[in-house]
């Protein structure tokens, strides 16, 4: 359970960075993903959701891996910047590609994170 929360945590912070165009590095992305101020509105976070969330994620996580793997092998901060951007858009197309957008992605996750009951829910819904 410890690790699928980290996981939850590493996705979160990649895809929050997708969001405001960080050039941060993806594989260092590990702090949680905090919305900026007047962002923090909660909602009420179904199960389809949770579930969109899920495959969203599954997704994401192959797109890090990828890029990790990927990252060992460059030599420069101009390749390392090209594949960021590469990173970012797969993963950007990853969550998309579910009934998501990056914004309810980064909120869903947010919620997880904070939210027992709805870590819970996650949880069951993702085994």
Request: cysteine-free; glycine content about 4%; charged content about 15%.
């Given at each position: 359970m410890l690790l699928l929360k980290n996981r939850?945590?590493?996705?979160?912070?990649?895809?929050?960075?997708?969001?405001?165009?960080?050039?941060?590095?993806?594989?260092?992305?590990?702090?949680?993903?905090?919305?900026?101020?007047?962002?923090?509105?909660?909602?009420?976070?179904?199960?389809?959701?949770?579930?969109?969330?899920?495959?969203?994620?599954?997704?994401v996580n192959q797109v890090q891996t990828n890029f990790q793997d990927?990252?060992?092998?460059?030599?420069?901060?101009?390749?390392?910047q090209t594949l960021q951007l590469q990173a970012n858009k797969q993963m950007v197309q990853a969550v998309e590609q579910t009934d998501l957008n990056v914004e309810q992605y980064n909120q869903i996750a947010n919620i997880i994170q904070t939210d027992q009951k709805v870590q819970e829910r996650y949880i069951k819904l993702a085994q």
């Open positions: 939850i945590l590493m996705t979160a912070a990649t895809v929050g960075l997708l969001s405001t165009g960080s050039m941060a590095i993806v594989a260092n992305a590990q702090e949680s993903y905090m919305p900026p101020q007047g962002q923090q509105q909660q909602m009420n976070v179904t199960d389809t959701q949770l579930q969109e969330f899920a495959k969203a994620q599954a997704s990927r990252a060992k092998a460059v030599e420069t901060q101009e390749e390392m």
